[in-house]
């Protein structure tokens, strides 16, 4: 069978590794979309299919999902809507699946506050430019200079790298065991599933269906 049969007879998704991958597996289970397999630690097999629907899943690093997506390369994708801000790629978005539920925030010490009262220029530290830069260029109308980091972003303004960060805020305790303040509130967050555009087109039975057994566990 070539390749494009193939891509046209399986509904292929992309899920993200990491702390979502746990919930979505268990939510994806529930409508039926049973998927666990491809979370098995024992087996370096990244790709999971499953003949009876026809469906395959695998496992991405969360800024892939929607490039995956986008592509074609998968169908479907699950992604945290913080990845699907930042990425902005050409994709529909068509469900809240209601897990992952965080707040994207500015943080810093307290006394950083004042700074973002005023349209002084400050220096942000954050995994998210293009989120941060939205929020500061274009609804705050302050200018900043944005430094992007790959990971514990809280760090920054305790060594001094930077006055405030914009980062996720799940529990608050990261902040809170550090000394940092949720100084401002950028948007909610959870996460959604994204659907490649022409799949939508040529695969929509299909992919209405998945999110109609979705949305019956959601209760929705
Ligand atoms: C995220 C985020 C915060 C933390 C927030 O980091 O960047 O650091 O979780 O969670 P909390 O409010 O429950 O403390 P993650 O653990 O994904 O790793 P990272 O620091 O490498 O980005």
Redesign the pocket.
Same mark, same amino acid.
């Given at each position: 069978m070539g390749k494009n049969q193939e891509d046209m007879e399986y509904l292929t998704f992309a899920l993200t590794k990491g702390?979502l991958a746990e919930k979505t597996l268990e939510a994806l289970s529930k409508a039926g979309l049973d998927c666990r397999e491809v979370l098995d630690g024992s087996s370096r097999k990244l790709i999971f299919t499953q003949e009876e629907n026809k469906y395959r899943f695998f496992l991405a690093k969360g800024p892939d999902v929607p490039t995956y997506v986008e592509q074609g390369a998968a169908d479907i994708g699950v992604s945290g809507r913080d990845i699907i801000m930042e990425e902005n790629r050409s994709i529909y978005e068509v469900l809240d699946l209601g897990i992952g539920k965080c707040r994207m925030c500015v943080a810093g010490f307290p006394e950083a506050g004042e700074l973002l009262k005023h349209h002084e220029m400050i220096r942000v530290a954050t995994?998210y430019p293009r989120i941060a830069r939205d929020y500061f260029h274009d609804k705050k109308h302050q200018t900043v200079d944005i430094i992007k980091l790959n &990971?514990? #972003? !809280?760090l920054a303004p305790i060594v001094g790298l930077s006055d405030v960060i914009v980062? #996720?805020? !799940?529990? &608050?305790?990261?902040?809170r065991e550090n000394g940092l303040v949720v100084l401002e509130e950028i948007c909610f967050l959870s996460a959604r599933m994204v659907v490649n555009p022409v799949s939508m087109r040529m695969k929509a039975a299909r992919i209405r269906k998945v999110i109609r057994l979705l949305q019956g566990v959601l209760g929705k």
């Open positions: 702390r995994k &990971g514990s #972003i !809280e980062d #996720i805020v !799940e529990t &608050g305790s990261t902040l």
